[in-house]
């Protein structure tokens, strides 16, 4: 099976750095996405990773340690439009999402 | 280029009746994907449409649920008859056929039976 944790809500504060945590355990890696989803909007794609080490993109970086079933995406120089959902999910055609990190960004 | 689009945007339905979800991929993108998303838990596969072909079906919930994608273009879902349970929000995502490996999604229809 597979399962994904991340936590429910983070808060931060414009301008700051703020790092979303991702643990997994798949019966199988296909690599790790992350999605960027604004209330009512569609899930939009924000990073993939298939190797470990980071990839940065960008605003936003995104890590991936395999040996770890570990992935965190970093967003610097927070702006309000960042508010939003982030999805980690693993998979390849069949995605698995976590549940999500609700983020807000206040002034 | 146009993104995927999906009709309608909200839904409301008596238990029992019969609803039919349209997804409209990117154009050339032969993989079609459902997904639902109930409240309070996470994005959930249906589906996995290659071209008119079903790939993958392991997420459909029950035979109330009927996804075709007939001539490989866009798609449809029908519940059938509905139930309180099938309440959420229904997303629709299409890739094409090599890299980049991301799942493009529709803005989602959200369904709510009564």
């Known amino acids: 099976g597979q399962n994904i944790d991340q936590p429910t809500e983070m808060t931060a504060t414009e301008g700051a750095i703020v790092q979303i945590n991702c643990t997994y355990q798949?019966?199988?890696?296909?690599?790790l996405f992350w999605y960027q989803q604004h209330a009512g909007e569609a899930p939009t794609f924000l990073s993939y990773?298939?190797?470990?080490g980071l990839e940065e993109k960008g605003r936003f970086s995104s890590f991936l340690s395999r040996s770890k079933g570990y992935s965190y995406l970093l967003l610097k120089e927070l702006q309000m439009k960042d508010s939003a959902s982030y999805l980690c999910?693993?998979?390849?055609?069949?995605?698995?999402f976590g549940t999500g990190t609700r983020l807000l960004v206040s002034p | 280029e146009a993104g995927v689009t999906q009709f309608p945007s909200h839904s409301v339905i008596e238990k029992g009746q019969t609803v039919t979800l349209r997804c409209d991929p990117i154009?050339?993108?032969?993989?079609l994907y459902w997904y639902r998303r109930v409240m309070g838990k996470e994005i959930k596969f249906l589906l996995h449409?290659?071209?008119?072909?079903?790939?993958?079906e392991s997420g459909m919930p029950n035979n109330r649920f009927l996804a075709e994608r007939t001539g490989g273009t866009y798609s449809t879902l029908k519940v059938q008859p509905a139930e309180l349970e099938d309440s959420g929000v229904y997303f629709c995502?299409?890739?094409?056929?090599?890299?980049?490996?991301?799942?493009?999604f529709g803005p989602g229809t959200r369904l709510t039976v009564t």
């Open positions: 995502a299409s890739r094409g056929g090599g890299p980049p490996y991301e799942q493009y």
């Open positions: 798949t019966s199988g890696f296909n690599g």
């Open positions: 990773n298939v190797l470990d």
């Open positions: 999910g693993t998979g390849f055609q069949k995605l698995v």
């Open positions: 154009s050339g993108h032969d993989n």
């Open positions: 449409f290659v071209k008119e072909s079903k790939q993958d």
